[in-house]
C-alpha cells in the first residue's frame, strides 16, 4: 500500500496526561482522510504532531516515504490550516497570499495565487480585507493559504465548524476539486459526520487519545452499510429458524432487534419462512447504518435529545 503518510506509536504527554497515545494511522496518497472524534479527543494534538507545530514525546511517522529529520526536511510539502487561519485582517485575500508565498520562498507567485483565488470562489473579492470577510469566507482563505506553495499533503482541523448549509457544500466541493484534479492528500477532522462521510475516502476514529478504528469506506460499507433489520414475537426462534435455512450474518442487536447482513434482495423469503413458522412478524425493512451511527456505536456515546 502507497502511503503518503503513516505513524507509529505516536504519543503526546502533557506532564502524566497523554493528549495521545501510541497512535497509527495510514494516510493512503490521492485520499481525504477523516479523524473523527469528540472535543478534547485528540485530533488537533495528533494534526499539531504531523505538520510539524508540535513535537511528539514518543514514536515516529513517516511522511513520503521519509521518518525522522528526513521527514521535518520535507514539511514544506504539507499544508496546514488548525484552529483558525491566521490572517491579516486589513489586507485581501491576494495580499494575504502574497504574504505567505514570499515567507514560503515562492518566486513568480502571482499567476498561482490567481489560480488558487478563482479554486477558493474568492475572485470577487478585489481589495476588500478580509477582516470584513463572512466566516466561510474566512476559511475558505485559510484553505487557500494552506494550498499555496502546491503542498503534496493538506491537514485541516474543522474546516466546515460554524459554516452556514451552504458554506459547508461550497468547501466540500473544493475539497473535491483539490483532491480530485490537483490531486492533493487531504486529512481532515470534522464534527459534521454526515458532511464527511459525503467525502473521505479512509476514516480513523480517536476516543480518549487512542486510535479505536482504522477503516476506508469500502471497509465501512461492508461490515456496517446496508443489513436487514426484523422485528418478530419470537428473536431467538427466528434467529435459530434463519440460521438453519442458510442466513449466515443473523444476530440481535443491543435494541432486540434481528440484524441480517448480505441479505437485501431475500427479504421476501426470509419474511415468508417466519410466516410459516407461525412466528409473529412485526416489521421487516432494510436499514442503513450511518457513519455517526457507527461511531456512537464504537465510542459508547448517544444521539443528542
Known sequence: MNYIMETNGLTKM???????????IHIREGEVYGLIGRNGAGKTTIMRMLSGL?????????MFGKTGNEAKKLMHQVGVL??????YPRLSAKENLKIKSIALGIKDAAKQIDEIIELVGLENTGKKPCGSFSLGM????GIALAVIGQ???????EPINGLDPQGIVEV????????????????????????LEKLA??????????????????EFTKKCGQFVTIKTGNNEKTVELLKKSGFKDVSIDNDHHIRVGEALKDTAKMAKLIVNANIDLNEIIITNTSLEDYYLSVTGGKHNG
Open 14 to 24: 502533557y506532564g502524566s496526561k497523554a493528549a495521545a497515545k501510541d497512535i497509527n
Open 54 to 62: 508540535s513535537n511528539p514525546t514518543s514514536g515516529t511517522f513517516t
Open 82 to 87: 488548525i484552529e483558525h487561519p491566521g490572517l
Open 138 to 141: 474566512r476559511q475558505r482563505l
Open 151 to 157: 503542498p503534496k499533503l493538506i491537514i485541516l482541523d
Open 172 to 195: 466540500r466541493k473544493m475539497l473535491e476539486t483539490l483532491r480530485d484534479e490537483k490531486k492533493i492528500t487531504i486529512m481532515i477532522s470534522s464534527h459534521i459526520l454526515e458532511e
Open 201 to 218: 475516502d479512509s476514516y480513523g476514529i480517536i476516543h480518549e487519545g487512542l486510535i479505536i478504528d482504522e477503516f476506508s469506506t469500502e
